[in-house]
């Protein structure tokens, strides 16, 4: 057998899902390096259109997102875990929140912290407004864009895979977040359309984000002197360093490789921010991180429902902000979601949620906060206007903004330091997220898998940072998060039908029907359980069992006085007792013959014997008020006729109770 058979015969890829999705990643980076800009040109206005026409779809999902977590901390459903019920945390919480920020915003939070506010706050757009007011909405608008709503975003996806996975023994694929609507078809074709999408978003949002994270990195590397100037030649060297110790990280297991990393680099960033907290404007950064918070609380629902429609001059600046990153943090879901799921088993729904939002929500706002404001404090009261100036350079605007501290070659050097850590652990987390779609989450994989996901995203950020198709790139991916919005939006309604059948699983006390028994008829109860009756089993143990209990408890009615009588139906059969009254309702105590639906994973089991098919049939009872019926196909003729009296005793009992007289008194009604 040649080498390649071999690999292939040890592979543990999918074809169903990896070679139409290397089909489709390769066509699309082909046309966007060969013609960059036609490519570019066409899909910006396909974005446009999205963006100025379909607005109102990411305003609405993302806001449901938010709603539906918060509704899940505060619900019952909230203390279900995310695996069996005595279930336990993989990691730390110390090493999971770690690993939340380095799969989710760690690069961002570098690249964007100086950049955002100072785009904000020296945006034209708002340039009739004082400084003071335009410092405090480029805080409130950095908020609101790197707050709840985003990491709702990553929430909804991570908590239906780590639901599904660990609760329903799932594979860890956004397939599985569809089984409550699609049930065994998740492992047909529409479940392999579902992975081939979350694959190729994948593969996309780290291309763009490696390709553009590497031009800041060697602005950074030319900053402090380590590198004479930017150009490719230097690119390639530093994805080519990137992308090894990605692999390395990727091959040697997520627990070793990715989480060590994170916990250095949070280490790293937290000493970064503590650097520019002490030396900055301390007090004021202070102040308005608190003002800064209570300001965003105060403007919650105004900036969550706005969609700037009363208000047509800033729209431009909405769409290419707010509605571009809401755009933008959909397209990473799956990538995001399917690691925050990976990571996230034996924590329960409230403890995630709570994690997920609050957490990273809290420390991006200090974080944004620090760096953000000094930037602003600094153009404002030093700079002159410089940090504003160089909006439009986001590259560099970290590095110069150091340099208004001491030590800045030191903390520059950190900067880049966290950067590089930061784009490892991103593309350590990919290769192994990709691995796991393509793999339908496979137990073990061979090494060169993870190789070649390596290789394949580095050589083709490569191409297409040197063609210029990183735009076109990144458009189409953003364009995808549209259709995968209403897919998020399914798996919620998913989400709730998978928890309805859990809770009721779990809080399902014992049927009625064993409410008499005793170790006296353990055998024939135990033949009647393994038993699936047929229509006309149940018909004759009505006829023979229900029909003479309720005709012998009729018959001693009327001997003291009571007009009672049992009247029977043919189709559906029905036998049923009833007691007149002229004042009150009727008591009426029935059973009918009812057809119930079982699982098809029962039919063909061969430890449960004589299922033929998914219908079954049992003797249910039915009441004159309309409550609830229950099965009593384990009843003997004197449990029947016990039943029966109980349930006249509840009758007689809330009959007498004055506060019923509406409910049961037959002259009110018409």
Known sequence: MSTFKQFLANSTFKRGVVVPSLIFILSVSLVSSFVPKRAAAML???????????????????????????????????????????????????????????????????????????????????????????????????????????????????????????????????????????????????????????????????????????????????????????????????????????????????????????????????????????????????????????????????????????????????FQWTILYWAWWISWAPYVGLFIARISRGRTIREFIGAVLIIPTVFNFLWMTVFGNSATWLDRNVASGLLSSMADRADELLFKFLDYFPLSTVTSVLAIFIIFIFFVTSA??????????????????????????????????????????????????????????????????????????DSNYYARGFSPATIYWSGEFWKERLQRILSFRSKEAVSNFMQQTVRPALEELAEEFQKRGITATVHTKEKPMEVALTIKHEIIDDFSYGVRNQSKLISDFLVGEENIPGIESNKTYIPKTFFGDSRKGYSIEYFTKNEIIADVLKQYERFRDLSSEVRNELFIDNTLKT
């Open 44 to 318: 910006g206005i396909v974005q446009e259109w999205i963006f100025i026409n379909l607005n109102w779809v990411y305003v609405w999902s993302v806001t449901i997102f938010v709603f539906f977590l918060v509704f899940l901390v505060f619900s019952k459903y909230g203390s279900i875990k995310l695996g069996d019920n005595d279930a336990e945390p993989e990691h730390s919480f110390f090493s999971w929140i770690s690993m939340l920020f380095a799969a989710g915003m760690g690069i961002g939070l570098m690249y964007f912290s100086v950049a955002e506010p100072i785009s904000h706050f020296s945006d034209k757009t708002f340039g009739g407004l004082l400084d003071i007011t335009r410092a405090k909405n480029a805080q409130l608008y950095t908020f609101f864009h790197w707050g709840i709503h985003a990491w709702a975003i990553y929430g909804v996806v991570g908590l239906s895979l780590a639901y599904f996975t660990y609760r329903f023994k799932l594979p860890l694929s956004l397939r599985s977040c569809f089984y409550p609507i699609l049930k065994n078809r998740v492992n047909s074709t529409a479940g392999d359309v579902i992975d081939i999408f979350a694959l190729c978003s994948t593969f996309f949002g780290i291309t763009t984000t490696l390709g553009f994270g590497v031009v800041q990195l060697n602005a950074g590397l030319v900053e402090i002197g380590l590198i004479p100037r930017t150009s490719f030649g230097y690119q390639i060297g530093i994805v080519t360093v990137i992308m090894t110790i990605s692999i390395i990280s990727a091959a040697s297991g997520l627990n070793k490789g990715l989480k060590f990393l994170s916990q250095v680099n949070i280490v790293a960033a937290l000493t970064l921010m503590a650097f520019v907290l002490v030396l900055g404007p301390t007090v004021f950064l202070l102040g308005s991180f608190s003002e800064g918070i209570g300001y965003y609380i105060n403007e919650f629902f105004n900036l969550t429902f706005n969609t700037h429609a009363y208000e047509p001059e800033t729209q431009p600046w909405y």
């Open 428 to 501: 350590d987390s990919g290769i192994f997220v990709m691995n796991s779609i393509a793999t339908k989450n496979a137990a073990r994989s061979p090494k060169w898998q993870m190789i070649f996901w390596g290789v394949l995203l580095g050589f083709l950020a490569l191409v297409l940072l040197n063609a210029g198709g990183l735009q076109s790139l990144q458009t189409m991916t953003l364009i995808t998060a549209l259709p995968f919005s209403i897919i998020m939006l399914l798996f919620c309604y998913s989400l709730v039908q998978g928890l309805i059948v």
